[in-house]
């Protein structure tokens, strides 16, 4: 049968996820923070009461307020609103499948243990919301919650080790938890659930006898004492039969009951005389609820009258009060509260006490209104990693708030670094999601891979209330690059002035309106002038970044290895004897295993291959003979696989300025040469430079006097290149001697 849905709701929406997202391992529960709220919106609306969240289900009364929530996308919103006119709370909380009950002026926030109980849980008084939550942990006890008795303290079930049950009051001042036994219940008493707490009193439903004979029954159990002090039992008295609350009074105990056909009524006993009254409600298809205040049964249905009948006269009265929905809750003080509309004074919220004739009063206590949300990141729109090289290099990030009327500070702070990217987000013209599109670049050049913080901090453009922050992380990948020093997958060109000083342009990692443009200019450092050529060869012993290969006048190689940082560790000696070439390059892959490897042409015109061997101290292998009569050239530069063939590939200048394409075998040798074009003499410096426009193709930049040009790999091995303008080296094509 179907029974109380608002408790029915409830309990769905109590077991939601209330975290708005997720940060890595699960945040813990949050004090309550301020609910803000518009003027009452119905017409008869009495400015002077509190508001009732429009559109909010009722979860809860106590002496000085009450509790509304509300679910929307599986987050669930707990609110308090005290009668006095005081501002409304929300209480968060956030432990991944974690929850929220609201007991008299007491929430009670627990882990995800439902439906067996919370074992951790956190106490909140609502009617001092400054004071600190109070954490209990009852799993270290060996139980879980039943009820809550105070703002310390919780009725809580333990479980023995022979598999039985007891009660016990369960208090935590300061740092000390401390637990009492309830006596009084049966041995066997079993599947326990609680009131909410009256005067001294909680009542509390179990069930007892044998394994698949067991009954129902209900318990009074006086606190303080620690005792039970009057049992009821019945038939069908809540064990397997009723799922409708608990709700006893000073003079009353009731409890939901139905027949064989259906009908539907309410048990109610009189504590002092023990006489049992059955009100009879109607058939089960209603989803019927009932409280009792004093001697007074008050209950009601969707779209029916609230009404109140003396258990002890049988008179009966229409309270006035209607509803869609089946909203009541029992107070702390012994009243109840119905959430419906009334002719006289319209939608809001009623309390039903005993007046001082003895009959039931109704009084308006809160006006239904639109409710205007507190300052929240609701979600956050941010990838775990941003793949920059499959989004065009852009990630979009994006945060949605509770509200339009603020803005967003957000900060993105390469965790390796500390290098900070920082943006404003106004409200957007329409909804709620404040976001942006990411170009990768901080400070003017292409991010640096690995860990970011993103922050998000928003503030209400009134400047009113507290801002509220976020943060995620997120790890920035792109492909690598053997011609990348700085870790940020874009290719940095090295060139050395005149006076020996060296330099690093950090180029973007795809073109800019159509050009290759240099993001930054950087000074490396003096006295590279000691050197007759300066190389990069890519990565030597496996790391991140290129490194570079530098031959002394007396032929001594040394190695400079990279840091990723654009700087590079001290020179460590590799190699003597390299006087006997005129020209050296690598970088490029020409034995098909993934190792950059070096070339080298000798005075006699012989071209000689160094195959990597990925270990930094000793990078390569002894030398191997590819052929002879490469004197006729007089640049030879190792370009990537340019030609979609086997492995890398060479080009090769001829002292009439025709440059020709040697395709690469995979082996450390070469395909037949094939001629590319000339005019090539206008150049003093051909550069493989790697991939320029992420287009997954290594290209070639082609330094001179009369201006510099990049060089766009085709994928063809008759037409390998197509010219594409560039704003590096402008007017400076005399300015280098050495461009790597």
Do not use: C
Not at 70 to 94: E, F
Not at 265 to 289: A, M, N
Not at 437 to 456: L, Q, S, T
């Amino acid at each position: 049968m179907q029974l109380r849905s608002t408790r029915t709701r409830l309990a769905a929406a109590v077991t939601a996820v209330l975290a708005v997202t997720a940060l890595g391992a699960g945040a813990l529960a949050t004090a309550p923070a301020a609910f803000a709220a518009t003027s009452a919106s119905s017409g008869q609306a009495d400015a002077t009461l509190p508001l009732y969240p429009e559109g909010y289900y009722l979860a809860g009364a106590g002496a000085s307020g009450f509790f509304t929530y509300d679910r929307v996308d599986g987050i669930t919103d707990l609110v308090w609103t005290p009668y006095d006119g005081g501002a409304s709370k929300r209480l968060r909380h956030a432990r991944n499948g974690g929850y929220a009950l609201a007991g008299h002026d007491v929430a009670v926030v627990g882990d995800d243990s439902w439906p067996v109980a919370m074992q951790s849980i956190t106490l909140w008084n609502m009617a001092d919301p400054a004071a600190p939550g109070v954490d209990i942990d009852l799993g270290a006890l060996g139980g879980g919650y039943l009820a809550t008795l105070s703002p310390t303290s919780v009725l809580a079930k333990i479980w023995k080790a022979d598999g039985t049950a007891e009660l016990r009051v369960v208090t935590k001042n300061g740092a000390t938890t401390t637990s009492r036994k309830i006596t009084g219940l049966p041995a066997d008493a079993t599947e326990f659930s609680g009131s909410t707490v009256l005067g001294n009193s909680v009542l509390v439903r179990y069930a007892a006898g044998p394994p698949g004979a067991r009954t129902g029954h209900r318990a009074l159990v006086d606190v303080a004492a620690g005792t039970v002090t009057e049992t009821y039992s019945s038939a069908k008295s809540g064990y397997n039969e009723d799922s409708g609350h608990l709700t006893f009074s000073a003079s009353q105990v009731a409890w939901l009951d139905q027949r064989d056909n259906f009908e539907t009524y309410v048990t109610s006993v009189d504590r002092k005389t023990r006489e049992v009254t059955e009100t009879f409600l109607g058939d089960s298809i209603h989803d019927w609820y009932y409280e009792l205040v004093g001697d007074w049964l008050v209950y009601g249905a969707p779209w029916l009258p609230a009404r109140a009948v003396s258990l002890t006269s049988g008179e009966t009265r229409d309270l006035g009060v209607t509803a869609p929905e089946s909203e009541s809750a029992p107070s702390a003080d012994g009243s109840a509260v119905l959430r419906g509309s009334r002719d006289a004074d319209g939608d809001g919220l009623f309390r039903v006490a005993v007046g001082a004739d003895g009959a039931p009063t109704v009084t308006k206590v809160a006006e239904t209104g639109k409710p205007v949300p507190p300052l929240q990141i609701q979600r956050v729109h941010v990838p775990d990693t941003a793949k920059l090289d499959t989004t065009g290099g852009k990630v979009t990030l994006g945060w949605t708030l509770s509200r339009s009327d603020a803005y967003l500070d957000v900060t993105l702070t390469h965790t390796a670094t500390g290098k900070e990217f920082t943006k404003r987000l106004t409200a957007p013209a329409s909804g709620t999601l404040f976001s942006f599109d990411w170009d990768g670049v901080i400070a003017g050049v292409d991010a640096p891979n690995g860990a970011y913080g993103v922050e998000a901090e928003a503030t209400l453009i009134d400047g009113t209330g507290e801002p509220v922050y976020q943060g995620w992380l997120m790890n920035v990948v792109r492909a690598a690059n053997p011609h990348d020093y700085t870790d940020n997958g874009s290719t940095d060109v090295l060139a050395r002035d005149a006076s020996g000083v060296l330099w690093r342009d950090d180029l973007r990692d795809r073109p800019v309106n159509g050009q290759v443009a240099s993001a930054q200019r950087t000074r490396i450092g003096a006295g590279w002038g000691v050197y007759k050529q300066v190389e990069a060869v890519g990565n030597v012993g496996g790391a991140a970044s290129g490194d570079l290969i530098a031959v002394d006048g007396s032929g001594v190689q040394w190695l400079y290895l990279a840091k990723g940082d654009g700087t590079f560790a001290a020179r460590q000696q590799v190699g003597t004897g390299w006087q006997i070439y005129n020209k050296i390059s690598g970088g490029s892959d020409l034995g098909g295993d993934g190792r950059s490897d070096l070339v080298a042409t000798d005075g006699a015109g012989v071209l000689w291959f160094y195959k990597g061997t990925g270990n930094y101290a000793k990078p390569y292998a002894p030398r191997l003979r590819v052929g002879s009569g490469w004197q006729i050239y007089n640049s030879i530069t190792a370009v990537g696989n340019i030609a979609g063939t086997a492995a890398g590939d060479l080009v090769a200048r001829d002292t009439s300025g025709v440059l020709w394409l040697y395709q690469g075998n995979g082996t450390g040798g070469f395909a037949a040469r094939v001629r590319i074009g000339g005019g090539w003499g206008a150049f003093s410096q051909l550069v493989g430079a790697g991939d320029l426009d992420n287009d997954g193709r290594p290209d070639m930049i082609a330094y001179g006097a009369g201006g510099t040009s990049v060089y766009r790999s085709t994928g063809s091995v008759t037409a390998p290149f197509s010219r594409q303008t560039t704003l590096l080296y402008a007017g400076e094509g005399t300015k280098f001697n050495n461009v790597v």
